[in-house]
């Protein structure tokens, strides 16, 4: 496993797409963190319950930018979306790696906040 980390307009989306022509597997965190929390998935019911219906759209989908709006202005809030949101998505990386793992000899991994978050793989089952 290879990891792919970075601010924004550090390039990353474009070694991403280079690896991918070159047929590597590139298991993307934003693209996991988006998914679980649409409607019905993991993580939505608790960011619901966690700061209230009022972040939901007429679709009921979560409002990227009104959650933004709480959570950029309050660190622990921030931190306690974080909470809820990057152990399911650690874990579905990790079920996605197990997938692929017998068939790939190299899997890059693209996390933005790798090292800023201090993302910790250890000890999860």
Known sequence: ???????????????TRLLREFGYVVIDADKIAKEVVDVGKRAYLD??????????????????????????????????????????VIQEMIDKI??????????FLDIPLLIEEKICWKNRD
């Open 1 to 15: 496993m290879i990891g792919l980390t970075g601010g924004i307009a550090t390039g990353k989306s474009t070694v």
């Open 47 to 88: 960011i619901v319950k966690e700061f209230g219906e009022d972040i939901l759209d007429e679709n009921n989908r979560i409002d990227r930018k009104r959650l933004g709006e709480i959570i950029f202005k309050d660190e622990k809030k921030r931190r306690k979306l974080n909470q809820i949101v990057h152990p399911i």
């Open 98 to 107: 197990e997938q692929l793992s017998d068939d790939k000899d190299v899997i």
